[in-house]
């Protein structure tokens, strides 16, 4: 193992960084987020959640994430295998209600077709 060598300097530097940890409180922090579905946040916050989550569903939809698709038009099956969405909405410590979009890709509703796989 190679031996480290320092010059003064660089030890007084790390004495004070040492020295510095060694002495500064211990901070233990937790944050806690409370994420509401669309329902219960249009209940608490009436027409700013609606406007929250527009604006998340028109921002996905400007970036051409989804392609609208006529449930007449496609199979059972494929009905079967559609993923749910979510819309989570949050209030941030300023008071602005954000919203977040999320796809609920659960597939054990995927093989309810063929009940050879399905898990309960």
Excluded: W
């Amino acid at each position: 193992m190679d031996k480290l060598s320092y010059i003064v300097a660089d030890v007084q530097v790390l004495a004070t960084i040492i020295l510095y940890f060694r002495d500064a409180p211990i901070i233990y922090a937790t944050q806690h987020v409370n994420t509401n579905s669309l329902k219960q946040c249009i209940t608490k916050f009436g027409d700013t959640a609606k406007q929250a989550a527009i604006k998340e569903m028109r921002q996905l939809h400007d970036r051409e994430c989804f392609v609208p698709i006529d449930l007449q038009t496609i199979s059972a099956t494929e009905v079967n295998h559609v993923m749910e969405s979510l819309i989570l909405l949050t209030e941030n410590k300023d008071g602005l209600i954000k919203g977040r979009h999320c796809s609920n890709g659960n597939p054990k509703h995927y093989d309810r077709v063929n009940n050879d796989n399905f898990n309960n």
